[in-house]
């Protein structure tokens, strides 16, 4: 029968946060702007016959900014679904094209509201074939876990760097891209890599909720040891909000089988 997927997507306010920045795209479904996470994770399994596409968004901007940001991105995933489900475009020029259009919206939103900082993060991934690609822009982050080893597969776009150089301590490091800057201020770069599948990769999509709370040993751990993929996803967010849930955590999980 070939190559299949099956997926999972959870979403937690976490334990500190009275509302939910983040948001996502998963099979067609989307959280609505006011929101408080979802009670239970979701599903999705599908053949890889076609492209499927996944996104997480985590929004910035106070206020409710955040939650419009985030938003505005993964309306835009859902008003494109019949583009990314059977695109003419090369997959990379795809992403790009989505992107760019998300960030319409997102700088669209912002004028609007008349928000002068309002943003989202984001990573997307694109299954096609027998490659998967990734994009992001922001700090959300996508892993593959192969052979028992995990690999960051997107790029952090902060100034982690310069601080480290510059020898700064205690600061967080800031977002040099994300969606929300004007095209006139700045022409977004978003980091794209292609990659081969094999039988037995899990993929992991998430925003920062998980990362600042888990080190990548304990992600590597987690995604060894768990048995389903709905299980990995509850047991992600789990390990978050026990090592104290700072942040709203969202994590798309994607595991490659032969069947």
Same mark, same amino acid.
């Given at each position: 029968?070939?190559?299949?997927?099956?997926?999972?997507?959870n979403c937690?306010?976490?334990? #500190?946060?009275?509302?939910?920045?983040?948001?996502?795209?998963?099979?067609?479904? =989307? $959280?609505?702007v006011e929101?408080?996470?979802?009670?239970?994770?979701?599903?999705?399994?599908?053949?890889?016959?076609?492209?499927?596409?996944? +996104?997480?968004?985590?929004?910035?901007?106070?206020?409710?900014?955040?939650?419009?940001?985030?938003?505005?991105?993964?309306?835009?995933? #859902?008003?494109?679904?019949?583009?990314?489900? %059977?695109?003419?475009?090369?997959?990379?020029?795809? @992403?790009?094209? @989505?992107?760019?259009?998300?960030?319409?919206?997102?700088?669209?939103?912002?004028?609007?509201?008349?928000?002068?900082?309002? +943003?989202?993060?984001?990573?997307?991934?694109?299954?096609?074939?027998?490659?998967?690609?990734?994009?992001?822009?922001?700090?959300?982050?996508?892993?593959? $876990?192969?052979?028992?080893?995990?690999?960051?597969?997107?790029? &952090?776009?902060?100034?982690?760097?310069? $601080?480290?150089?510059? +020898? =700064?301590?205690?600061?967080?490091?800031? @977002?040099?891209?994300?969606?929300?800057?004007?095209?006139?201020?700045?022409?977004?770069?978003?980091y794209i890599?292609?990659?081969?599948?094999?039988?037995?990769?899990?993929? @992991?999509?998430?925003?920062?909720?998980?990362?600042?709370?888990?080190?990548?040993?304990?992600?590597?751990? $987690?995604?060894?040891?768990? %048995?389903? =993929?709905?299980?990995?996803?509850?047991?992600?967010?789990?390990?978050?909000?026990?090592? %104290? %849930?700072? &942040?709203?955590?969202?994590?798309?999980?994607?595991? #490659?089988?032969?069947?």
């Amino acid at each position: 029968m070939g190559l299949r997927i099956e997926s999972a997507c959870n979403c937690n306010i976490g334990r #500190v946060r009275v509302n939910n920045e983040d948001n996502f795209y998963f099979a067609g479904r =989307i $959280l609505p702007v006011e929101n408080k996470g979802l009670k239970a994770s979701v599903s999705l399994e599908a053949p890889l016959s076609g492209e499927v596409v996944f +996104g997480i968004f985590d929004g910035m901007g106070g206020e409710k900014f955040g939650e419009e940001a985030s938003y505005a991105a993964a309306k835009t995933a #859902v008003e494109k679904r019949e583009e990314l489900s %059977g695109y003419v475009l090369p997959a990379r020029d795809c @992403l790009n094209s @989505l992107l760019d259009a998300m960030n319409r919206a997102v700088c669209g939103r912002a004028e609007e509201l008349k928000a002068s900082r309002m +943003g989202t993060t984001a990573v997307m991934m694109l299954f096609s074939g027998n490659y998967a690609y990734v994009a992001n822009l922001g700090d959300s982050r996508a892993f593959r $876990l192969r052979n028992g080893e995990l690999l960051q597969l997107s790029v &952090d776009h902060t100034d982690a760097a310069f $601080l480290q150089g510059q +020898g =700064i301590a205690g600061r967080r490091p800031r @977002l040099t891209q994300h969606l929300g800057i004007p095209p006139e201020e700045m022409v977004l770069e978003p980091y794209i890599a292609k990659g081969e599948i094999r039988e037995g990769d899990r993929y @992991l999509l998430c925003s920062d909720g998980l990362t600042d709370m888990l080190s990548n040993m304990e992600i590597c751990a $987690l995604m060894n040891e768990a %048995g389903s =993929i709905c299980s990995l996803t509850d047991k992600l967010v789990e390990a978050a909000l026990e090592k %104290g %849930g700072r &942040d709203n955590v969202t994590v798309i999980a994607v595991q #490659v089988y032969d069947r």
